[in-house]
């Protein structure tokens, strides 16, 4: 899969990029599902033992890029089940790697998974589409009570112009930068996917398991919107963020 990166014009361009804020976005680990669960459209997961192996590699991977003596951790979490394993089993491995983390796993809710109807899951199965969910999602015409793309939009859209509030009006404790880890589901990568790499909604084009997409915040300042510097796949690209309008944007090259 070929990324294509994009860049935000500045009058700051040449100045390195130094972010005021930190963000680690981690889908969860590999669930599996009950019968109760598939019929009703309420999906909670348990990790699998694939999925907690996942996850305990990816902390290994994420605890050495922390930098133990300046930065603490702050895990922000979806509410379901599998996310908050994988958060229990990150939280578990900083403390064995002597990261420094608050405690609290902060449960947010718009983090969560896409709110879906039994109807719409029996049309997706009658569909065939099940291995492509999000792009039937993406284009289907939804049933009341499966929440709509521009909704989920709205929601990440929300977890940015809080940590970017963050970035303004905290002040380091102890000297540390805090560094958030934000634990959630395939669906909430989507739009920052598509306006930062163009991806679109296609199978496999979101996050695998465990898998992350990193976010440095360089926050906004008078008459200059934020900087949100992306990376994920080895790639970096920078968007927009209006704090006003509340949302992330893809500036056009002139």
Same mark, same amino acid.
């Given at each position: 899969?070929?990324?294509?990166?994009?860049?935000?014009?500045? /009058?700051?361009?040449?100045?390195?990029?130094?972010?005021?804020?930190?963000?680690? $976005?981690?889908?969860?680990?590999?669930?599996?599902?009950?019968?109760?669960?598939?019929?009703?459209?309420?999906?909670?997961? =348990?990790?699998? *033992?694939?999925?907690? =192996?996942?996850?305990?590699?990816?902390? &290994?991977?994420?605890?050495?890029?922390? %930098?133990?003596?300046?930065?603490?951790?702050?895990f922000w979490v979806s509410p379901r089940t599998r996310a908050r394993?994988?958060?229990?089993?990150?939280?578990?491995?900083?403390?064995?790697?002597?990261?420094?983390?608050?405690? %609290?796993? /902060?449960?947010?809710?718009?983090?969560?998974?896409?709110?879906?109807?039994?109807?719409?899951?029996?049309?997706?199965? /009658?569909?065939?589409?099940?291995?492509?969910?999000? *792009?039937?999602?993406?284009?289907? %015409? &939804?049933?009341?009570?499966?929440?709509?793309?521009?909704?989920?939009?709205?929601?990440?859209?929300?977890?940015?112009?809080?940590?970017?509030?963050?970035?303004?009006?905290?002040?380091?404790?102890?000297?540390?930068?805090?560094?958030?880890?934000?634990?959630?589901?395939?669906?909430? $990568?989507?739009?920052?996917? *598509?306006?930062?790499?163009?991806l679109g909604t296609k199978n496999s084009t979101g996050p695998n398991?465990?898998?992350?997409?990193?976010?440095?915040?360089?926050?906004?300042?008078?008459?200059?919107?934020?900087?949100?510097?992306?990376?994920?796949?080895?790639?970096?690209?920078? &968007?927009?963020?209006?704090?006003?309008?509340?949302?992330?944007?893809?500036? /056009?090259?002139?």
């Amino acid at each position: 899969m070929e990324l294509k990166e994009s860049k935000i014009e500045r /009058k700051e361009d040449k100045i390195p990029f130094e972010a005021d804020l930190k963000v680690d $976005f981690i889908r969860h680990g590999k669930p599996e599902y009950t019968d109760k669960e598939r019929k009703s459209a309420k999906f909670e997961g =348990n990790l699998t *033992e694939e999925g907690i =192996n996942q996850i305990r590699g990816e902390a &290994l991977k994420l605890a050495g890029r922390i %930098d133990k003596d300046k930065e603490l951790v702050v895990f922000w979490v979806s509410p379901r089940t599998r996310a908050r394993q994988t958060a229990e089993i990150i939280y578990d491995i900083f403390q064995e790697q002597g990261i420094p983390v608050i405690r %609290d796993l /902060k449960t947010i809710r718009s983090l969560s998974d896409v709110k879906i109807s039994p109807d719409f899951l029996e049309d997706l199965l /009658k569909s065939g589409a099940i291995g492509r969910w999000m *792009e039937y999602w993406a284009e289907a %015409d &939804l049933s009341e009570g499966t929440e709509k793309p521009e909704e989920v939009k709205k929601r990440i859209e929300r977890v940015i112009t809080y940590l970017e509030r963050i970035a303004r009006s905290t002040a380091p404790a102890e000297d540390k930068k805090l560094h958030f880890i934000c634990i959630g589901h395939e669906e909430i $990568f989507r739009d920052l996917l *598509e306006e930062g790499y163009s991806l679109g909604t296609k199978n496999s084009t979101g996050p695998n398991y465990g898998e992350v997409m990193s976010m440095g915040i360089r926050k906004s300042e008078q008459e200059q919107d934020a900087v949100l510097e992306l990376r994920y796949k080895g790639q970096k690209t920078e &968007l927009g963020f209006n704090k006003e309008e509340r949302r992330f944007y893809r500036e /056009k090259s002139s």
